[in-house]
């Protein structure tokens, strides 16, 4: 079926805009856990089948198709988006609410090598770009989003700042179109989606970096997951160095990522405070959540860590520097 595009690359009658206009219409909200509390929920009794649309649009679980009813079903065909099990259907796309907002993003479990994820870090990254933003006086703005995912940070950089020019980069084509029709659907007007590996595809200058990477190590290597590098902080590394490159004077980055820490050390830190030291920009680094993903300490990738925590950088290129 052929969607004429706009700027965002995502057409006015795409079935999964229409769906989440359809669902923003009905007062669908939903939260998304980390995925073992996830899965602790869906194996209670009672919960192999959805009755509501959180049940088939939250928490993943297959439905009939009298349940969403004829409307709803038609756009998950057209989109793509069903699976039949047996009797029963599943939807291949979640929706999470996020400050009044709602994204689509992949289904539980995020098990495809192209899975747009969408939880708890989710909203911690919110929380911290909404912080930086407050204090941010400027509104001509040039943003990027290194790894947008769903898009939630570019998106809400786009509205807070609507004479900005926004970009949402991902290497994810899956993600590029999620963020498009999130983007539609919040009428974040100035966001652009663009294929781009860190800032490699994006040229000139910028005043706000923003991102919010994988950290973790994951065998599998997927790319929603494995930040690379010892500990999973190989991604979070390059995009310090990304930004010691492109931003413009008076630049800022704010980087929300996370860290194994190890015997009360925090490799992470060790890392980049040399770097960031030698440019003498100013810079602040702190924890926002001590503990985080701790069923990863079973995981004999990180048999010797003590935790893993939520950290957020943000570090500013001097108007004169």
């Known amino acids: 079926m052929y969607y004429p595009l706009d700027h965002l ?4 009658d795409h079935p999964l805009l229409r769906l989440g206009q359809l669902l923003a219409k009905r007062g669908y909200r939903f939260t998304t856990i980390t995925p073992l509390s996830h899965q602790r929920v869906n194996a209670r009794p009672g ?34 988006a069903l699976e039949a099990q047996g009797e029963l259907w599943s939807s291949r796309v979640r929706w999470s609410s996020l400050d009044g907002h709602l994204f689509v993003h992949s289904r539980y479990p995020t098990t495809d090598a192209d899975a747009v994820f969408f939880g708890p870090d989710t909203y911690r990254f919110a929380q911290a770009l909404h912080q930086h933003l407050a204090g941010e006086t400027r ?7 290194i790894g947008c995912g769903a898009g939630p940070g570019a998106l809400f950089a786009a509205l807070a700042k609507p004479q900005a020019e926004v970009l949402a980069l991902d290497i994810n084509d899956r ?5 498009a029709v999130n983007a539609r659907l919040a009428g974040a007007a100035n966001l652009i989606p663009r294929h781009s590996d860190l800032l490699h595809q994006v040229d000139g200058p910028l005043d706000l970096i923003i991102a919010n990477p994988p950290y973790m ?16 902080a190989g991604l979070s590394q390059a995009i310090i160095e990304a930004a010691l490159e492109r931003l413009a004077p008076g630049g800022s980055l704010l980087l929300y990522t996370g860290v194994a820490m190890f015997g009360g050390r925090d490799p992470f830190r060790d890392s980049f405070q040399p770097l960031l030291d030698a440019h003498a ?8 959540d001590p503990d985080v993903f701790g069923e990863e300490l079973d995981n004999p990738l990180y048999a010797q860590a003590d935790r893993i925590a939520a950290v957020v950088l943000e570090l500013t290129r001097p108007a004169n520097g």
């Open 9 to 12: 690359g995502v057409a006015a």
């Open 47 to 80: 919960n192999r089948e959805a009755r509501t649309l959180e049940d088939v649009f939250g928490w993943s679980r297959p439905f009939r198709e009298s349940l969403v009813g004829a409307e709803l079903f038609a756009l998950l065909r057209d989109a793509d």
């Open 139 to 145: 509104t001509a703005l040039r943003i990027a989003d």
């Open 175 to 179: 993600a590029l179109t999620c963020t």
């Open 217 to 232: 190590l994951d065998p599998a290597e997927r790319a929603y997951r494995h930040g690379g590098g010892e500990h999973g």
């Open 281 to 288: 920009w100013p810079w602040r680094y702190r924890e926002m």
